[in-house]
């Protein structure tokens, strides 16, 4: 199973809001609903964002949302903070009943 | 509060065995499936392995499959990975995930993570 697709780097300013994207097949995200988004400082244990395509777990910001549309998922961070600078990661259901992570991609906050 | 504690971890020859400990607290550790995922040094997170919550089941990855194995036990709230046959494609850190859906089943969502172990393999 193919790691999903993000791109490497995504920058913004304080304030701003910006995507990141998330590219898979139609054997994980464009058949499951089954998407998560995860958040890691440096040196840091990864953190749920998000689960089920759009939905936040209990004490997450809802300036962060996702969404899906075929064989994509995006994670939206609005209001962009300092503190939200970090790598985040997509992941997803598939076929092959395993889950799959997508590559990570570096928020910089400007 | 929920915490999970890997141990374990070092510096190994290819070819050798070692296996990690996830120790867990502040949760009904007999509740949860876990989960193993590992991150090499500067890259993407990788999932390794899930047990279920009565260790009735268990899956790994293809990369692993037959060469690690997943276990618990409830009674001692711990989580392991035992690793054979190690390659240097293994080196990273390896962490211990709750999954965020307790009971039968599993979620893939991992709620809870550890701080994780550094595994090098390394001749």
């Known amino acids: 199973q193919s790691a999903l697709t993000q791109p490497a780097s995504v920058s913004g300013s304080p304030g701003q809001s910006i995507t990141i994207s998330c590219t898979g097949t139609s054997s994980d995200i464009g058949f499951y609903n089954y998407v998560s988004w995860y958040q890691q400082h440096p040196g840091k244990a990864p953190k749920l964002l998000i689960y089920d395509v759009s939905n936040r777990p209990s004490g997450v910001s809802n300036r962060f949302s996702g969404s899906k549309s075929g064989n994509t998922a995006s994670l939206t961070i609005s209001g962009l903070q300092a503190e939200d600078e970090a790598d985040y990661y997509c992941?997803?259901?598939?076929?092959?009943?395993?889950?799959?992570f997508g590559g990570g991609t570096k928020l910089t906050v400007l | 509060q929920v915490q999970l504690v890997e141990s374990g971890g070092g510096v190994v020859q290819p070819g050798r065995s070692l296996r990690l400990s996830c120790a867990a607290s502040?949760?009904?550790?007999?509740?949860?499936?876990m989960h193993w995922v590992r991150q090499a040094p500067g890259k993407g997170l990788e999932w390794v392995a899930v047990i279920s919550y009565d260790a009735s089941s268990k899956y790994h990855a293809d990369s692993v499959k037959g060469r690690f194995t997943i276990s618990r036990d409830n009674s001692d709230n711990t989580l392991y990975l035992q690793m054979n046959n190690l390659r240097p494609e293994d080196t990273a850190f390896y962490y211990c995930a709750r999954d965020f859906y307790q009971g039968s089943g599993s979620s893939y969502y991992f709620d809870f993570w550890g701080r994780g172990t550094l595994v090098t393999v390394s001749s």
């Open positions: 502040g949760f009904s550790f007999s509740s949860y499936p």
């Open positions: 992941s997803s259901y598939t076929s092959s009943s395993t889950p799959v």
